[in-house]
């Protein structure tokens, strides 16, 4: 029995060796490298590039025609179906670190991808790298016209996809009249040298308003944002925007921070026409004072719109110490230097004697 148990022992062991001799053969052919093969019949061994693409290129027009080819270990070559390999695709977004992504989009965006094929040990790939492009940008307006101390909405075309640059966004405005006399090559270097034109006059903070009466274009410098380029936006007619002079009608206004000022030594009553109103009012010694009559009129936004002094409505009234408490009317009067921006300005008030 010891003698059949010893040749079941060795049967078992040389078919064990058998066994491992068969699954470790190695005359057995096996993967020694992975490529691709182009439609042209050159071949990938290792990386290769497909160069670079503007920006809204289709990935179908980038992607090449390949066949993914495996050579073995007895230099038999064979095409490997989709299902012996693995396929990654990577994503190096500009300016940030490569990230996994299940596929390539039909218009990939900006920066580098890398498409990598793996059986086993073995890997290929390719890659390819999109570059941003220039968009074409416009200037809009709520309306192409308005008085000068209206306020339109000022935005630029694409204003929804611009939200991570929106705050960078400048706006400017140039005379119509200047910049269509500008040579075809004046007009073609602008984009690289507006900020030092001295007929070139920031929107401030995006806001059109107080501009002096005329027709203008106005522009925009839009920072580089997602898959564009910095640029400069488009001058041309639908850019062009008209300021009129405005007219404005106020009354019953109360000059509350009036200061009447008699004098000293000036006898009571007196006629209005020979008191000074003044804006504020500092005493600064015996008989001594410095002050303005300077007035402002503000607009809704708390900007002054002009500036200007009181005179009286009626200046025969005579007045004395009895009147003090009392309101009297005036008129705002505008500097001359408005007559440029304004067709009529008509604002009356008033202001209590002190």
Same mark, same amino acid.
């Given at each position: 029995m010891k003698k059949i148990t010893a040749v079941l022992a060795i049967? =078992? @062991?040389?078919?064990? !060796? =058998? @066994?491992?001799?068969a !699954?470790?053969?190695?005359?057995? !052919?096996?993967?020694?490298?992975?490529y691709l093969e182009y439609a042209d019949g050159s071949t990938n061994e290792s990386t290769i590039s497909l160069g670079e693409f503007s920006y809204g290129t289709r990935f179908a027009d980038i992607e090449p025609q390949y066949k993914v080819m495996c050579l073995y270990s007895d230099n038999s070559v064979k095409e490997l179906a989709a299902s012996e390999y693995t396929v990654a695709y990577t994503y190096n977004p500009v300016g940030g670190e490569g990230v996994t992504?299940?596929?390539?989009?039909?218009?990939p965006d900006?920066?580098?991808y890398e498409v990598s094929f793996t059986l086993g040990d073995y890997s290929t790939c390719y890659g390819f790298i999109i570059n941003p492009s220039d968009r074409e940008y416009r200037v809009t307006f709520s309306t192409r016209s308005w008085t000068y101390?209206?306020?339109?909405?000022?935005?630029?075309?694409?204003?929804?996809?611009?939200?991570e640059v929106a705050e960078n966004i400048n706006y400017y405005y140039i005379d119509k009249e200047i910049y269509d006399n500008f040579t075809d090559e004046e007009k073609a270097n602008f984009a690289d040298n507006y900020f030092s034109h001295k007929d070139v006059w920031p929107i401030q903070n995006g806001v059109p308003s107080m501009i002096v009466p005329g027709t203008?274009?106005?522009?925009a410098y839009i920072p580089a944002c997602g898959n564009y380029n910095a640029s400069l936006s488009v001058i041309d007619a639908s850019t062009t925007f008209t300021i009129t002079k405005a007219s404005i009608t106020r009354d019953e206004v109360y000059f509350d921070n009036a200061k009447i000022y008699i004098g000293y030594h000036t006898p009571l009553p007196i006629e209005l026409s020979k008191v000074l109103i003044y804006d504020w009012l500092e005493f600064v010694g015996p008989g001594e004072f410095?002050?303005?009559?300077?007035?402002?009129?503000?607009g809704e936004s708390d900007f002054p719109l002009l500036e200007g002094s009181l005179e009286w409505a009626d200046g025969t009234i005579t007045v004395?110490?009895?009147?003090?408490?009392?309101?009297?009317?005036?008129?705002?009067?505008?500097?001359p230097y408005y007559e440029e921006y304004f067709n009529t300005i008509d604002i009356t008030g008033y202001v209590i004697m002190n």
């Open positions: 049967v =078992a @062991v040389f078919a064990l !060796a =058998a @066994v491992c001799l !699954a470790c053969n190695p005359n057995e !052919a096996h993967p020694s490298k992975v992504v299940d596929e390539i989009p039909q218009a900006v920066g580098y101390i209206d306020t339109p909405q000022v935005s630029v075309t694409h204003a929804d996809e611009l939200t203008y274009y106005a522009f410095r002050g303005s009559t300077r007035f402002f009129i503000y004395s110490e009895e009147d003090i408490g009392k309101r009297f009317d005036v008129v705002f009067v505008p500097h």
